[in-house]
Structure formats: C-alpha cells, structure tokens
Nanobody
C-alpha cells in the first residue's frame, strides 16, 4: 500500500510561485509513475506533470510547459512540483498520484492511477 500526502498549496497573486510536495510512504518500486493532477470547480480533472521514477522521463501539460517543473528527491520518497509564473487559471485542487504500472497514457482521460493523495488547494488571484 502506498500513501501520498501533499503539502505546499496556498494563495498567491498572479505571477507568483509555489512549490508543492508529495511525501510517499509504503513500497515505491523503482519504476513507479508519479505526478500531479488538478481539478478546478466545474472542470474536468487534468494531468499537469509526471515523472517516471526509474528513468526520469517527464510529462507536462501544454498549459504548464515552461512554468512548472516536476522533480523527485534521490530516495524517491518525495515528489515536488515547482510552479512559477502562476496564473488565475492554475487555481485548482492539486492531487499527487502514483502507479506501479508505468506512465504510458495515464495523463489523459481523468487519470487511471492506483494511488491518489487527498489534495492541496492552490488559489491564484489576479
């Protein structure tokens, strides 16, 4: 069983930055797929960024490319999402996700991930 706990959300003005953290406990395989989804009220859940913990390959949604950076610590127990140049449209609940089945195709369609965190709220004001 894997437990994911997010932190780092908050309220910022447009143009500001936040760093989200996801602490993972339990057994994380070398080639886990981990990342972040977000969901704003009235909108579909969106894959934001992801990483394959074994090979380091990354995914970014077009809407965040160049502004968000996903990273992991050496022990692969904590995942980060550095969010810069935040926009009001980035306002959402952000969820950390993980899956042992690899990343292929999981960033679309609402996210078929085995493990989800409880979420952390990000609010960006104009």
């Amino acid at each position: 069983q894997v437990r994911l706990v997010e932190s780092g959300g908050g309220s910022v003005q447009a143009g500001g930055s936040l760093r989200l953290s996801c602490a993972a406990s339990g057994y994380i395989y070398r080639n886990y797929c981990m990342g972040w989804f977000r969901q704003a009220p009235g909108k579909e859940r969106e894959g934001v960024a992801g990483i394959s913990t074994g090979g380091g390959s990354t995914f970014y949604a077009d809407s965040v490319k160049g502004r968000f950076t996903i990273s992991q610590d050496n022990a692969r127990s904590t995942l980060y999402l550095q969010m810069n140049s935040l926009k009001p449209e980035d306002t959402a609940m952000y969820y950390c996700v993980a899956d042992y089945r690899g990343c292929g195709g999981r960033w679309t369609g609402g996210g078929d991930f085995a493990y989800w965190g409880q979420g952390t709220q990000v609010t960006v004001s104009s």
